[in-house]
């Protein structure tokens, strides 16, 4: 074949290959990058860039683990993507590890928009089911669910009535997870759309908090609102009122930083102060929007806050009955795009897994050693070196009115 029909025909092929991975979520037919890196590269080459990509966890490799084979089995059975790692700390000669097991699901909703919204939760339900027992088999101690685990993502069509599954902090949702924590002996994070019963019916974007007990510990509210392109979600709910809460529970310090807040440094920074060790970050986000920031930002959280970070993501195209507009100029659409999954989490050693498939369901444990924490903080002494007398001087400003920013002026630049 001549290098002409050679490149004609590549070109097809790669343009094919976009195409598929387009419709149905895939990288080049892979589940993930990490995924398609080692199916390219030679064993050597892809050690390498691992290490480059997802960094060494108390110098080594991040370690893989193997889970029980019902874990396995359900996996197998219900087709949806399955791993664990685990990150380890120094070892003290003061302190023992502290060691907890922690795990991610994300998900595709269950039945079309257009079904009766009882159908659509409850089939939710049953969807997360095996899942959830996995975790519970698996011996997972902490569990997060995505952002509005329990319905579509419907802050995008701006219609009123999806108010409707909006449900009270100890509603059905919270009901339904309270009978797994009490099985499993374990911590569960539950995303809602939550209604304020008590204020007025106010509609929130709510973290219910389940003790291993099947309490509720406690909640929070979404410090900020998404207002870009498609995501219109103040028409349903505003900005949090609960500060930045850190929950102890029988693992550890615990903390939500639901979606958007994770793009707010100072908002990550909170959840650092007040002593998490923990924080969630249930997301709903499409690839056109934020993929490239997706591995960034968790990381950097982690990094500058001494924190682990557990992001999940949805998976799935979710198309609507009636088409909307963003009002950017573009013709109106039935769909968001792709919410690309890929759930992982992060260390504040820098280190963190691969990501979960960026088009299955699926579900990410990771043992940690919460020593790491402290160990980081000894190491690098952020928090010591920190001028937050002058970072809270400059804001006490900033917020004024009359604010001028600090700029000296070149006097010879008119000049």
């Known amino acids: 074949m001549a290098r002409n029909e050679e490149e004609i025909e590549r070109g097809s092929g790669e343009a094919e290959a976009t195409e598929n991975s387009l419709s149905d979520g895939s990288i080049c037919g892979f589940d993930s990058l990490h995924s398609l890196l080692r199916a390219s590269l030679s064993p050597q080459a892809f050690q390498e860039v691992s290490r480059m990509l997802l960094g060494l966890n108390c110098g080594k490799e991040i370690e893989t683990i193997s889970l029980p084979e019902p874990a396995k089995v359900l996996s197998s059975k219900h087709d949806f993507d399955l791993q664990a790692f685990r990150f380890h700390a120094d070892k003290e000669l003061l302190t023992e590890p502290q060691m907890v097991r922690v795990g991610l699901i994300q998900n595709s909703i269950a039945l079309a928009t257009t079904a009766p919204f009882l159908d659509q939760k409850r089939a ?4 997360l089911k095996p899942i959830i027992v996995a975790a519970g088999a698996s011996g ?3 569990l997060c669910l995505q952002e509005f685990w329990m319905m579509p993502f419907v802050f995008c069509t701006r219609e009123k009535r999806w108010c409707e599954f909006a449900e009270p902090d100890d509603g059905e949702s919270t009901q339904y997870l309270q009978d797994f924590a009490r ?3 374990m911590v569960i994070v539950s995303p809602i759309l939550e209604r304020d019963v008590k204020h007025g019916e106010t509609i929130w974007n709510t973290a219910v908090i389940i003790g291993n007990h099947g309490n509720i510990i406690g909640k929070h509210r979404k410090n900020h609102v998404t207002r870009v392109g498609d995501f219109n979600e103040s028409t349903y709910y505003m900005e949090g009122n609960t500060g930045h809460p850190v929950f102890e529970t029988a693992y550890g310090r615990i903390a939500v930083n639901i979606c958007y807040g994770r793009h707010h440094p100072l908002n990550c920074l909170a959840f650092g ?34 924190y682990f970070v557990g992001s999940i993501n949805r998976v ?6 009636n088409p909307f507009t963003s009002g950017d100029g573009k013709p109106q659409h039935a769909d968001l795009g792709h919410f690309y999954g890929s759930s992982h989490f992060s260390a504040p050693d820098a280190s963190c897994t691969p990501s979960l498939s960026r088009y299955r369901d699926g579900l990410i444990i990771s ?33 004024m009115p009359d604010f001028e920013p600090q700029v000296i002026s070149d006097p010879l630049l008119h000049k």
């Open 367 to 399: 043992d940690m050693d919460l020593n790491l924490c402290r160990q980081l903080k000894d190491k690098w002494g952020f928090w010591m070196s920190a001028r937050y007398e002058m970072y809270a001087k400059l804001l006490a400003r900033y917020i």
């Open 316 to 321: 799935g195209t979710e198309i609507f009955p």
């Open 124 to 127: 939710i339900f049953e969807k």
């Open 273 to 306: 102060l007040n002593g998490a060790e923990i924080v969630f970050n249930p997301a709903a986000t499409v690839g056109e929007l934020s993929e490239p920031m997706w591995p960034i930002e968790a990381r950097n959280a982690a990094i500058a806050n001494s």
């Open 183 to 185: 099985k499993y002996n």
């Open 140 to 142: 997972v101690n902490i």
